[in-house]
């Protein structure tokens, strides 16, 4: 089963703008991560923050994480063309063979245009 | 970073045809893997977890004759989809499994497009 969900779907900006993703959540977690997904491709690894941290940076990234209200979001700033892509929050959760693994959000697609 | 090498990058079969997608971790041992489906436009979708020696687990839905798992070595896992029909035209991730993995970053296999005419 799914985690959580994420808003907007989809999100078109201009290049320099920012982009806010959020993601809410079901069950506890130990971490929460993003995602970035090109088309058609594999996934990279953007940020891991722990269910003890409410903020983290890395470059232009920043990531909160409210565990009160399940709920997180993905800013990006200064957006380039090249940030184009689906950006997915994921936690480890207990699946129906009880056994813990990644789930995903359902994800945003985010359309910078140059 | 975890180096996961997935192949096919894409596959077009016949319906009725099966179709192999080998998932090998380059640099470290995976005593599981967990297989993923994306339809498009929508997420990652858990299948099954592929464990080194022993039966595969399969999520709710998912039929365990028809997505056939192998995982004979800490290597190497291999999804079977098994008389294929257009609906198991997805997209098909792997990502292997350690110790640390639910703690840290997760990796992925570069994903394998499925399309059954």
């Known amino acids: 089963s799914q985690q959580g969900e994420e808003d907007p779907q989809a999100l078109s900006i201009q290049e320099g703008e920012n982009a806010t993703m959020n993601c809410s959540y079901k069950t506890s977690i130990n971490n929460l991560q993003w995602y970035r997904q090109n088309s058609g491709r594999g996934l990279v690894h953007l940020i891991l923050?722990?269910?003890?941290?409410r903020e983290k940076h890395s470059g232009r990234l920043r990531v909160t994480l409210d565990t009160s209200k399940k709920s997180s979001s993905l800013l990006i700033t200064a957006s380039r063309a090249a940030d184009t892509a689906s950006y997915f929050c994921?936690?480890?959760?207990?699946?129906?063979?009880?056994?813990?693994?990644?789930?995903f959000g359902s994800g945003t697609r985010l359309q910078v245009q140059p | 970073g975890a180096v996961v090498s997935q192949h096919p990058s894409w596959v077009i079969c016949k319906s009725g045809t099966s179709v192999k997608i080998e998932c090998r971790s380059l640099?470290?041992?995976?005593?599981?893997m967990f297989w993923y489906r994306q339809f498009p436009k929508q997420s990652l979708m858990l299948m099954a977890t592929s464990n080194e020696g022993s039966k595969a687990t399969y999520e709710q839905g998912v039929e365990k004759d028809k997505f056939l798992i192998n995982h004979a070595s800490l290597t190497l896992s291999t999804l079977t989809v098994t008389s294929a029909h257009p609906e198991d035209s997805s997209f098909y991730i792997c990502s292997p499994n350690w110790d640390r993995a639910i703690v840290t970053e997760a990796f992925f296999g570069q994903g394998t497009r499925l399309t059954v005419v």
């Open positions: 923050i722990r269910s003890n941290e």
């Open positions: 994921a936690t480890d959760a207990l699946m129906d063979t009880g056994r813990r693994a990644l789930t």
């Open positions: 640099d470290f041992q995976a005593t599981t």
